[in-house]
């Protein structure tokens, strides 16, 4: 019996290959000024300190609408919104710059902790703000002036770059600069969208409010295509302001040429952190990339499919193979792969001479199984062997046999095997031997 992992090693561990991925790349995360009142605020700058120094580069979009319209009542007036855009007058414009500078001296004086026995202990963190971002006026918009309500015009990706090289976290909030020396409030969501995009960013990550994505039926979209986003948005499920705006913006970064956008809950503790160091994340991700698909195995994918195989090997299913033979048998091997990991796995070996080939080690990973995977790599060696004009494929399997049964192949003699297979049958394994003609 192996022996017992601790979970801890178990799980961090898990995450290395995230951490390795994660390197160098430039995630934009947007929260809500609900986020900055929230008294979570440290622990969710704790998780962004923490991979600042695992070397992701990182844009903090914060926004204040919350406390814009606190400022506003203070002084006794009421908040203004068209739709979901707020009409920004002189007074607002006062409270945008009051809310948004208080914010600014939260984010930066939690961020600048260093105590001892916190989880910034020796971050040393600097925090790096300015005017990054040009902003021109919204106008006059179906009759309503929106007065100091305005959109990004251009976002400084160089400068924001520069601060990001020299090790800085980049806090932006929504407001905007413009040529006539004047200030516009612009939404977080607008901005956090087109700075992920000016900067060619990996991932926009939106922290939301509530508990996630849900479709009609209140099921959770784990993952969706910015066409799929748009459609869930216009169908008239109740996603709430704050997703459907996050959902918005997801869909303008990945039509903008940024890889992945996320969505994830803030209010359960450590979000962030499940949602880039696990296999499967806990929130939506919005991609218009492949996320899993079959695919020929090359050279990179050895260590994916030996972790695969191996503890089937060690339970007797599979044939043991060393690492050796499966370099020089890689390009036999289809993988199924899913956000960078191979989780499925099998090879064919065909013999002409005699029409024939054999399907061999067949793996779902066990977390992934019973969801059709092993069907889906079926079908596509099936195609493979009709392309070279094979016509029967055959599997030899100890435990297996009702799953191949099911599809088609039946029990034959070893005598039915081509010669050259037949001299390698281990007796000893006293394996099944199925067979399914290919029409
Ligand atoms: C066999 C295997 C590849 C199937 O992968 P999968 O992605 O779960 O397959 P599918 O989703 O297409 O099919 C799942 C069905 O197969 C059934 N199944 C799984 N293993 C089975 C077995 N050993 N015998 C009979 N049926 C089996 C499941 O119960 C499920 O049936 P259901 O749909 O009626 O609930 C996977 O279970 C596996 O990796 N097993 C270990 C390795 C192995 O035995 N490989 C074959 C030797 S070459």
Redesign the pocket.
Known sequence: MSPQVDPFVQHFRASAPYIHAHRGRTFVIMFGGEAVASKDLRTLLYDVALLHSLGVRIVLVAGARPQIDEALARRGEQPKYEGDLRLTDEVALECVKEAVGATRVELESLLSMGLPNSPMAGARLRVAAGNFVMAQPLGVVDGVDYQYTGKPRRIDAEAIGQRLDDGAIVVLNPIGYSSTGEAFNISSHDLAAATAIALRADKLIGLIEGQGVLDAEGLAQSQLSPNEAERLLESGVNLGHDVERHLGAAIKACRGGVPRAHLVSRQSDGSLLRELFTRDGIGTLVTSETFEGVRPAAQIDIGGILALIEP?EEQG??VRRSQEMLENDIDRFTVIERDGMVV?CAALYGYSDDSIAE??????HPD????????QLLQYLEKQCAAQGLERLF?L?T??S??FR?RGFDTCELSELPEARRSLYDLGRRSKILLKPLD
């Open positions: 089937l299913i599979l499925a399907l061999a080690c067949l793996v779902v992934y199984r019973t969801s059709g995977r092993g069907d599997v399997t435990q297996t009702h799953w099911e």
